[in-house]
C-alpha cells in the first residue's frame, strides 16, 4: 500500500495522525506544507493524462497479441460507467475533437505529464524508460497499426490491469463469450482471427504470431483456449 509513497508524504501523514494532540498538525500546517500544495492544488484536472495512466499504457505494450485483443473486446463491452473516466481523459487528449489521437496530440500529452510531475519523476522515468519518444510510445500502442489511437485502443491500453481481476473477472467472462462466437466454450484461431478482421487488419504475420501465442498458451493442446487458458495466457 506504501511502497509508492514518498517520505514526504508518508511524513505529513505522521504529523496529520500524530496521538499527541500538540503534536498533531492543524488544517493551516498541513496546506501550507509543499507536498500537499504540490498534489493538492496540482494543475491537472481529473481528465488529464497522469503518471499512473502511462504505467498502464507502458503495461499494455509490454504484452502478447492475443492479451491485447482480449483487452479491446473487453474495452468495447465496458459500460458508460466504467469507462467513462478514462473517456473525459481521451476527449482532453483529442484537441482536434475527431475521435483519434495523433503523434502530434500523444506527444503533447505526454509533454504535459512531464512538465506537472516533478514530484514522480522516478515513476515518471520508470514507466517512459523504454520507450524514450511520443513516436516509439504511439507505434507500440497502435495495435491496428494506422498511427493514430481510437477510444477502443485507449481504453484497453489505459485501464488499470487491476480491473480485469477479482469481482471485475465478469469483464473476463464477457471478453471470453464474446471471442467464442459458436457458444462452443472455447477460442479457436479462426475466432481470434475474426477479431483481427474486425479491426480491418489480419496480415500473414499477424496470423503466425497468433497461431504461436495460441499454441503456447493451450495449456490442453486441443488448439483452443477454455476460460481457465484464457485468464491465464
Known sequence: LWKDVSSSGKGILKNMLSRKEPDRWS???????KWLEFFG??????????????????????????????LQVISRRMSDVESQPLREVFETLDSANDGVLDSTEFAAALKKVRNQSDKQSWRLRKALEAYPTAKEFMTALDTNGNGELDLTEF????????KYGGQNNKLLQVAFNTLDADGSGEISLAEFEEVLLERGRSTEAERREIRELLKNADSSGNGELDFQEFTEM
Do not use: W, Y
Open 27 to 33: 488544517i493551516p500546517e498541513c496546506l501550507a506544507n
Open 155 to 162: 481504453l484497453a491500453a489505459a485501464t488499470p490491469r487491476k
Open 41 to 70: 492544488t496540482s494543475a491537472t484536472s481529473d481528465s488529464d493524462l497522469t503518471v499512473q495512466h502511462l504505467e498502464s499504457l507502458v503495461a499494455f505494450c509490454g504484452m502478447n497479441k492475443l492479451q491485447k485483443l482480449a
